[in-house]
């Protein structure tokens, strides 16, 4: 799972959040808590605990559940941290057809 693959609008949600938790600054006052305690997580087991929740989007896979999972491990790959694994789960939904 990259960042690559996700759509636009989730890059730039998943890049504010890490950089107003950081800064303490997130709607959501343990948004920087919830990041290091998954980014302890992902480095332990190598992958998250519960996969995202994403859904087709025009540039790429929209996101409904799992920020700051994603955010845990774009910040831990940016540090230039080992993740065991390449591949993540991630249940995506699709409208019926």
């Known amino acids: 799972m990259h960042l690559d ?3 636009s609008v989730v890059r ?6 890490l950089k107003t938790a950081m800064a303490g600054r997130d709607l959501m006052p ?8 998954m980014e302890t997580e992902i480095a332990s087991k190598g992958t998250w605990p519960v996969a995202l929740v994403g859904f ?4 790429g896979l929209g996101l409904a ?9 774009t ?6 941290e080992h993740v ?3 591949a ?6 699709v409208t019926p057809a």
């Open 5 to 7: 693959l996700m759509a």
């Open 88 to 93: 993540h789960r991630i249940w995506v939904a």
């Open 84 to 86: 065991a694994h390449d």
């Open 56 to 59: 087709p989007d025009a540039d």
């Open 75 to 80: 910040r831990l790959r940016r540090n230039g």
């Open 12 to 17: 730039f949600q998943v890049e504010q959040l």
């Open 30 to 37: 343990d948004s920087q808590s919830r990041i290091d305690a």
């Open 65 to 73: 559940d799992g920020y700051h999972r994603l955010a845990a491990l």
